[in-house]
């Protein structure tokens, strides 16, 4: 289970343009690396990541293998009201994860 985290303003009014961060706790494997015994760690990357803020996207990455351990995202948004941000994301081995909160606009 992946663990993440997204960060904002803690003060938004409406019509603001709003720097978003997001950090997704993942190993990123390659399938390139080798464990203690040589044997390939297989690859195990995020391949889908998408973000909403209410009924609209504003955010779709398909990493890849060059991304590094615990991605970090950053994007801008604008602030047109209240709303829930979702940010989905599926990786290699069929793993999906969700983050929700509330996008609170002044």
């Known amino acids: 289970m992946a663990i993440a985290r997204v960060q904002w303003p803690d003060r938004i009014t409406e019509g603001d343009v709003v720097k978003v961060r997001l950090s997704i706790q993942h190993p990123m494997d390659t399938g390139y690396l080798q464990d203690l015994s040589g044997k390939l760690v297989p690859r195990n990357v995020i391949r889908q990541l998408t973000c909403t803020l209410g009924q609209q996207e ?3 990455v398909e990493p890849s293998s060059g991304i590094a351990t615990n991605p970090y995202f950053e994007f801008y ?21 969700v983050l929700t909160q509330t996008f609170n606009v002044i």
């Open 58 to 60: 504003v955010l779709r």
């Open 77 to 97: 948004l604008r602030a047109d009201q209240t709303a829930e941000f979702r940010a989905e994301w599926l990786d290699d081995r069929g793993l999906q994860g």
